[in-house]
C-alpha cells in the first residue's frame, strides 16, 4: 500500500466523522502551461500514483474539455504524499480562459510550469509565467514530452531560461530546479540519463522547493475566494485560501471589498452554512479547516472573487484579485428565423436572461449587459469562449442567434485605444511566405523569425481586428499543417481600417430542401455550407462568392424534365465536400449584417434582413 493510499483511507475515516486532518503540513501549487503541452496528463499521473484515483480516471471530466482535448476551467484536486498534502489547480492553457489562471496564481505558493521539450516555450507559456513572476512565485519547471521524436530538451531549457530573464525574473526565481517527463507514462527525472520508473523525483522536488503555506490558527480567521462554483441545493459557492485563522461551519462572518470608485471599504455579513475540504478530486464536508488550506464555503450567496471573509469587522481585507478585461463583444438575440423553435425547449428571451445571469455566477471571465430590450449584450475574452458558451447552452436545448463579434475599444486620453495580440506561427518554410502577406495586410508586425528543422517560428503583434476571421483561413493556407497561438498583449492605439473579409455570401431566395443538381451548378462560383437535402429559407446564407460580393440564388431549383434525351446531359452529379459550419468557424466568417443561428441541433448563417426588399432598403438607409 502507498502512502498516499494509507492517507486517503485515514481522511476518509476522519472526513466522515466531520473531523479535519490538521496535523499535515499543506503546499499549495498551481500547473501552468500553453494549451496542450500536458498540465492534465501530469496531474492525473501524479493523482494516480499516490492512491487518490483509479487508472481510468481524468481531471478533464467536462464533455466539452474530452471532445476538444483542452482544460477549459480550472480545477482542484489534492494528493497526500509522506507526511504533505498538496493541493493542486490545475489551469486552462488556451488564452481565451487567462482570467481561469490570474485568479489561482494569487492563492498558490509556487507553480508547475510545464513546456513541450519539442515546442518549446508558446504565447500562454509567456503569459503565465509573466503573472506568476511579478507575484514573486518561483517556479519549478517541467520539461515534458521528452519522449517525443523531435524532442530538443536542452535547447528548450535554454529557451525557457531566455524566458525568465526576458520577464525581468530576479536572481532567485532564475536559480529554478527543472524535472525532465513524460507525463502518459508517469515518469519524472532529475536528470535526462537518470532512471527513473514513477513521478517520485517530482513529489520530492514539491516538498523540498515549495514552501509549507504558514498555518498559524492564533490570528482571526481570513479567507479570499478565488473561484466560485453553483450547486442547485446550495446556491453560489466560494473556492479559496484560508490565509490566517481558522474557519468553522456555523460562524458569523464579515465580508469585505475595497469600492473601485470611492476606495473605501465595504463590509457586510454572513453566515457559513456549509464547509468542504478537498481528497482527490472529491468534496469532502469538514467542520473545520486551518490557514494554509484550501476550501469551498456556502451560505453567501452573494460572494464574489477577491473579496475577503474575516471573523471580526475592524480586519483589514486582503489585496483585491484583479481580472484582465474582455475584448470582444456581441449580441445574444431569440431566434426569430422561420425554422425557430423547431429544435430547442428554451427559446424565449426571459429563459435566456435567466440561463445567463446563472452564467455570470461562474463565469468570471464573461460580462453581460442586460439594459436593451431587443437583444443582451456580451462581453468576452475571444471567440473560444464566447464559443464555450454557446456550446454548454445548445447542448442544454437553448435556441438563440448572435451577431458578428465585435472587438472592445477605449478611449484614453482622447486617443482610441484597442487590444493587441502577441501571436506565435509555427509552419513550414514553404509555406511561410502567405502567412507574412496575409497577416501584414491585417496590420501585423513581425518581431521576429526563426529556423529550425524545416520550420519556422514567426512571431507577429497585430490587433485582435485583424485575427478575428483568421485562424480558419490560416489553416487553409498552411495545408493544416500550421500552429497558431496568441494571447492578449495590450492596449494599444486604434490602427485605422482593417479589410478582413474578401468573400461575398451566397444567399438562398427560396424555402425549401436544396436539391444536388441546383448545388452542382452553384459549386463553382464558391465554396457550399450545406449538403442536398438541407432544408433552407429565404435570406440563409449557403455558401461563399469567391468574387467578393453577395449573390442571392435558388438552391431548390430541380432539373427540368422532358421526354427528350441529349447527349451528355444524364452524367452522374459530382459535388466537391461542403464547408460545415461550426460554432467557431461561424462566428470567424460571418459578416457584419449577418446573424449565427445556433439551436440543439444546427448551425446556420443567416442575413439579419431574410429579404431582398429588406436588405436594399436597409443599405440605402445606411
Known amino acids: ?170 536572481n532567485e526565481q532564475l536559480d529554478f530546479k527543472t524535472i525532465y517527463t513524460i507525463g502518459r507514462e508517469g515518469i519524472a527525472k532529475l536528470n535526462l540519463l537518470d532512471d527513473s520508473k514513477d513521478l517520485t523525483p517530482l513529489l520530492e522536488t514539491i516538498i523540498k522547493e515549495v514552501p509549507a503555506a504558514p498555518a498559524d490558527i492564533s490570528l482571526p480567521l481570513r479567507f479570499q475566494p478565488f473561484n466560485l462554483a453553483y450547486d442547485n441545493y446550495l446556491g453560489r459557492l466560494g473556492i479559496g485560501r484560508i490565509y490566517e485563522g481558522s474557519i468553522k461551519t456555523g460562524d458569523n462572518i464579515f465580508i469585505k471589498k475595497i469600492n473601485d ?49 474575516c471573523s471580526n469587522s475592524d480586519q ?53 449587459d442586460f439594459s436593451s430590450s431587443e437583444y443582451f449584450k456580451i462581453y468576452g475574452r475571444g471567440e473560444l469562449h464566447i464559443a464555450i458558451l ?48 496575409k497577416l501584414g495586410k491585417r496590420s501585423g508586425k513581425m518581431m521576429l523569425m526563426e529556423q529550425h528543422h524545416g520550420e519556422v517560428r514567426l512571431t507577429f503583434e497585430i490587433p485582435t481586428r485583424g485575427l478575428l476571421g483568421f485562424r480558419n483561413e490560416f489553416m487553409v493556407d498552411t495545408k493544416g499543417e500550421g500552429i497558431l497561438s496568441s494571447h492578449f498583449i495590450e492596449f494599444r492605439p486604434h490602427v485605422g481600417e482593417i479589410k478582413r473579409r474578401q468573400l461575398g455570401s451566397m444567399i438562398s431566395m427560396e424555402t425549401g430542401k436544396a436539391l444536388g443538381y441546383s448545388l452542382f451548378n452553384l459549386q463553382d462560383r464558391g465554396t457550399l455550407y450545406i449538403a442536398p437535402n438541407t432544408e433552407v429559407y429565404e435570406g440563409m ?44 468557424r461561424g462566428l470567424e466568417i460571418m459578416a457584419e449584417d449577418e446573424y449565427l443561428e445556433v439551436t440543439p441541433k444546427n448551425t446556420r448563417l443567416r442575413k439579419k434582413y431574410l429579404t431582398e426588399n429588406e436588405r436594399v432598403r436597409d443599405s440605402r438607409s445606411s
Open 390 to 437: 454557446l456550446e454548454n447552452m445548445r447542448r442544454e436545448g437553448y435556441e438563440m442567434q448572435v451577431s458578428q463579434p465585435q472587438v472592445i475599444t477605449k478611449e484614453v486620453d482622447g486617443i482610441k485605444m484597442e487590444p493587441f495580440e502577441e501571436v506565435i506561427v509555427d509552419v513550414p518554410e514553404n509555406l511561410s511566405g502567405v502567412v507574412i502577406q
Open 261 to 309: 470608485l470611492t476606495k473605501e471599504i465595504e463590509t457586510r455579513t454572513g453566515k457559513i452554512t456549509k464547509l468542504f475540504t478537498f481528497l482527490g478530486t472529491e468534496r469532502k464536508e469538514t467542520n473545520e479547516a486551518t490557514s494554509g488550506d484550501i476550501v469551498m464555503i456556502a451560505g453567501l450567496p452573494d460572494i464574489y472573487i477577491g473579496e475577503t471573509v
Open 1 to 170: 500500500m502507498t502512502l498516499g493510499k494509507f492517507y486517503s483511507i485515514i481522511n476518509r475515516r476522519l472526513f466522515g466523522q466531520g473531523a479535519y486532518f490538521i496535523f499535515m503540513e499543506i503546499r499549495n501549487i498551481a500547473i501552468i502551461a500553453h494549451v496542450d503541452h500536458g498540465k492534465t496528463t501530469l496531474t492525473d499521473a501524479l493523482m494516480k500514483q499516490t492512491g487518490m484515483v483509479g487508472d481510468d480516471f481524468s481531471m478533464d471530466v467536462n464533455a466539452l474539455e474530452q471532445e476538444r482535448g483542452i482544460t477549459i476551467y480550472s480545477k482542484n484536486a489534492s494528493l497526500f504524499y509522506k507526511d504533505t498534502k498538496i493541493n493542486i489547480v490545475d489551469t486552462p492553457g488556451h488564452a481565451d480562459f487567462g482570467s481561469e489562471v490570474e485568479r489561482v496564481l494569487r492563492s498558490i505558493d509556487s507553480v508547475l510550469l510545464v513546456v513541450d521539450a519539442q515546442e518549446g516555450p508558446m504565447p500562454q507559456t509567456k503569459f503565465v509565467l509573466k503573472k506568476s513572476l511579478e507575484l514573486g512565485l518561483k517556479p519549478i519547471v517541467i520539461i515534458n514530452k521528452i519522449d517525443k521524436p523531435a524532442a530538443d530538451p536542452d535547447k528548450t531549457h535554454e529557451k525557457v531560461l531566455e524566458l525568465f530573464m526576458d520577464l525581468g525574473a530576479d
Open 316 to 368: 483589514e481585507p486582503l489585496l483585491a484579485i484583479k481580472v484582465d478585461e474582455p475584448t470582444i463583444s456581441l449580441n445574444f438575440l431569440v431566434n426569430d428565423s422561420p425554422f425557430a423553435g423547431r429544435d430547442g425547449k428554451f427559446v424565449t428571451s426571459r429563459q435566456l436572461r435567466e440561463r445567463l445571469e446563472r452564467e455570470l455566477e461562474v463565469n468570471i471571465g464573461l460580462k453581460v
Open 541 to 584: 446564407v449557403i455558401g461563399d462568392v469567391s468574387k467578393g460580393h453577395d449573390m442571392t440564388v435558388n438552391p431548390i431549383k430541380g432539373k427540368k424534365l422532358t421526354n427528350m434525351r441529349a447527349s451528355g446531359s444524364d452524367e452522374n452529379i459530382l459535388l466537391a465536400p461542403h464547408y460545415e459550419i461550426t460554432l467557431e
